[in-house]
């Protein structure tokens, strides 16, 4: 069965040998090379029943997997890929009667909702607000809190935080330049601080892993990016290196999936593209350019494609595209009544979705000219000054599940 291109990159990213160990029993397998990275594909004629069906899916990954008796955490990968797989071969239909279900909500009095991310493979979400909360997603979307993140350091409040695409490890960074990385189980249950460093460079705005190399880098205040190097279990600080790639406050990094290239973006108006210059991924080295008229607030990178979104103060939310010389073009503009606050690429779609200072969340179709114009569906806030979207996020393992943060989470389903 062929498949455009674009779409296998959602289905693993594990190596060849990693995918030949766990799935011992497949027998229509078919791998393709995409970015150096071997990706899963199984034939959707034959397990067509398996993949719609909830029942049926516990035994499609049974039968994956060789045997029934194999560790939770496995168990929870094979589902994330069985649920991809069934959404990349039946993505729902992107029409002008989309409408978003309100799953459920949760005030915390006026307190801000800096950040939301949610694992890559396991049920759970974490925020950023007065403490760093972990939630475990219920089969029925619904959340629970089971873990929080607390310490005495901590003067005031989370205001990034994120998730290693496939470790149960979480980085957190606050308003005094406190780091924080804590492990906990697949469920979200019993988080451990396992290291705290202290940067007396301003506030913490942004946080991310490398996908393949224990560092982390952090964005703060002044345009400097903190590049943490940590032993491989992530107790130790072993190194940090001082990088300024811009001139004023980074608002947020991005990393591209593969660890390929970091993208920046900053008050000083410019969203930069950088490599890595050795195999430490220590120094980079910035290879393109793409400014504005007004602060950039936020950057995301497209989990399969070579596109970098950007929200700004000159009210567009941006979508570039990137070319084999790392040379950017501006491909897509969506104009909003006030600042893009927060951006996302939708996993599953060619949707992205957008966080604007007016309170409202926009979903917007780039793959079709004429769905342009205007989003494909608005998800309204009440009114107040503490109205304004401060973050988004989509589900990777639940597809069209996003929620959204400002005094309060809101879970919601697209339908």
């Not at 005094?176 to 804590?182: D, P, R």
């Not at 601080?193 to 892993?209: A, C, D, H, P, Y």
């Not at 190097?229 to 130790?236: A, E, G, I, K, L």
């Amino acid at each position: 069965m062929n498949l455009p291109i674009r779409i296998l990159g959602q289905l693993g990213y594990k190596n060849k040998q990693f995918l030949e160990k766990i799935f011992p029993n497949l027998q229509q397998l078919k791998f393709t090379r995409i970015d150096d990275f071997y990706e899963l594909l199984i034939c959707y004629k034959t397990y067509k029943k398996m993949l719609v069906n909830s029942h049926l899916k516990l035994l499609l990954c049974c039968r994956l997997l060789g045997t029934v008796f194999q560790p939770k955490k496995v168990f929870y990968y094979m589902m994330t890929i069985i649920n991809r797989i069934y959404r990349v071969l039946n993505p729902l239909p992107n029409s002008g009667v989309i409408a978003s279900r309100l799953i459920t909500r949760r005030c915390f009095n006026y307190i801000s909702t800096k950040s939301i991310k949610f694992h890559e493979i396991y049920p759970i979400m974490a925020t950023a607000t007065s403490s760093c909360h972990i939630w475990h997603i219920k089969s029925d979307n619904t959340f629970e809190l089971v873990s929080s993140l607390q310490n005495s350091m901590v003067i005031k409040s989370f205001i990034s935080v994120a998730f290693h695409p496939k470790l149960p490890l979480l980085a957190t960074g606050t308003c005094s330049g406190i780091v924080m990385l804590a492990k906990f189980n697949i469920d979200g249950t019993n988080a451990k601080i396992l290291n705290t460093t202290t940067i007396n460079k301003g506030e913490i705005w942004s946080i991310v892993f490398h996908p393949t190399i224990p560092i982390v880098y952090v964005s703060n205040d002044y345009g400097y990016l903190m590049v943490l190097q940590f032993s491989s279990d992530f107790s130790n600080l072993l190194d940090i290196s001082l990088l300024r790639p811009h001139e004023a406050t980074i608002n947020s990094i991005a990393i591209q999936r593969n660890g390929r290239f970091l993208a920046t973006c900053s008050d000083d108006y410019t969203a930069k593209i950088s490599t890595f210059e050795s195999a430490e991924c220590k120094q980079i080295r910035t290879i393109a350019t793409f400014t504005t008229n007004k602060k950039i607030l936020c950057i995301d990178i497209h989990p399969t494609l070579d596109l970098i979104a950007t929200g700004s103060d000159n009210q567009f939310a941006q979508i570039w595209q990137i070319d084999e010389d790392f040379t950017t073009t501006c491909i897509k503009s969506f104009y909003h009544p006030a600042g893009v606050r927060c951006v996302q690429f939708e996993p599953y779609n060619w949707n992205i979705i957008t966080g604007c200072y007016d309170g409202n969340v926009r979903i917007w179709n780039f793959e079709d000219e004429e769905k342009v114009k205007k989003p494909i569906h608005i998800f309204s806030k009440s009114s107040s000054i503490y109205s304004s979207v401060l973050s988004i996020g989509f589900s990777p393992n639940r597809p069209r599940i996003f929620a959204i943060g400002n005094n309060e989470i809101t879970i919601c389903k697209l339908e």
